[in-house]
């Protein structure tokens, strides 16, 4: 029987369904006996944290006893150096699934609305919901489009109101991996009121061709209702420290800063995201290896004759053309960790991270025997 006061919860709170996370490695060696499992189900990087940052966690440690510097100073300062942009326009997240929360804590609530993509990032939905707001979901773009379901930003724009608040646009996006042109964002971010506010999410941004990659920064100069998040969690390695960061307007990042918990990056993580910028033969290697995966895996799959979606991430997205449950959990058995995408509403799809090129044989030999 519910407690009592459960039935007090807010409503938002108690529909939620919580976000459902790659299974880590621990749990399936010790579910099914396994001891050499890989995981490529959660977009880590396969190359492990940059050495530098690893350095820099050991020093760190000296401090253990001691609260982190609440405002994060000198990675702000560092991240405003290499961005150019002011320190007064950066705010750190515990994560830059922090920022999303903290953006719809500050923007949304009750009688207001986020708008984002059908397929979009799994944490937009359960931020907007978390605050009782309501979220607008745009239509994708169909399977035989160019960026097969992508965002379709003319979509976006139908369904723009007085209630909608804030915008969610991951690019590229997970789990699809599809990304929209420059060209795109900008006629869109033009078409927008200028008080409602856009979040670009790039989570993947480094990953990206150079030809695809938007100016996002130059972006923020024209237009003031623009957010822009990343991560340390994906190119940098870092994701089981949490740091992740939003670049904005001054005055919405000192919103952020109001609503964000004193202490939100520990001293390590800290510690680890300043040394980590500067290892540029880690990020360097870490795109490299991206780009060989990625040219590996496809080769891998089109020899399947299997369809995937296109990527300017650190993942692919594949349609194995029937429910993708069934090769999951087989893939598992294997000691393979991918995540299949039913809770995207695309049940025939299998999402693979990019491996080392170790890892990457190894998924590609027992997806074949699953087949
Ligand atoms: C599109 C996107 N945004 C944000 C995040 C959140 O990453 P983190 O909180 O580790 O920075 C992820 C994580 O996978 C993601 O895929």
């Not at 009750?110 to 745009?138: C, I």
Request: with cysteine.
């Amino acid at each position: 029987m519910a407690l009592p006061c459960v039935a007090h919860a807010q409503a938002g709170i108690r529909s939620l369904t919580p976000y459902q996370p790659g299974k880590p490695i621990e749990e399936l060696q010790r579910e099914l006996g396994l001891a050499d499992v890989i995981k490529l189900a959660s977009n880590e990087n396969p190359l492990g944290a940059s050495p530098k940052a690893r350095a820099a966690v050991q020093a760190a440690l000296a401090g253990l006893h001691l609260y982190p510097d609440g405002s994060g100073f000198r990675l702000k300062q560092l991240l405003a150096e290499r961005l150019a942009v002011s320190a007064n326009q950066v705010t750190l997240g515990n994560g830059s699934n922090e920022i999303l929360e903290l953006l719809a804590r500050v923007f949304l609530g009750l009688g207001r609305a986020a708008l984002f993509s059908e397929y979009a990032f799994a944490v937009y939905p359960l931020a907007t919901q978390a605050v009782g707001a309501d979220s607008r979901l745009a239509p994708a773009h169909s399977t035989d489009h160019d960026m097969p379901l992508g965002h379709d930003l003319a979509a976006f724009q139908a369904l723009l109101d007085e209630q909608v608040r804030l915008i969610f646009i991951a690019n590229p996006n997970n789990p699809t991996g599809t990304w929209l042109s420059p060209a795109e964002i900008g006629t869109f971010l033009a078409a927008v009121p200028e008080d409602i506010v856009v979040v670009l999410d790039e989570a993947y941004y480094e990953y990206m061709d150079d030809a695809q990659r938007p100016d996002s920064l130059g972006l923020l100069e024209r237009f003031s209702n623009l957010v822009i998040t990343r991560t340390f969690s994906k190119i940098h390695g870092l994701a089981a420290l949490r740091v992740g960061y939003a670049i904005s307007h001054p005055e919405i990042a000192d919103l952020l800063n109001r609503a964000r918990q004193p202490f939100n990056n520990n001293s390590l993580a800290l510690a680890a995201a300043e040394a980590a910028l500067g290892d540029v033969a880690h990020i360097e290697a870490s795109v490299r290896n991206n780009c060989e995966g990625l040219r590996q895996l496809r080769a891998g799959l089109a020899e399947m004759e299997l369809h995937y979606l296109p990527s300017q991430a650190n993942f692919l997205s594949i349609n194995l053309g029937r429910p993708a449950g069934p090769v999951y959990d087989a893939l598992l058995r294997q000691g393979v960790i991918t995540r299949p995408l039913a809770s995207y509403a695309m049940p025939n799809y299998l999402r693979v991270t990019v491996g080392t090129q170790a890892e990457n044989t190894r998924f590609l030999d027992a997806l074949r025997r699953c087949l």
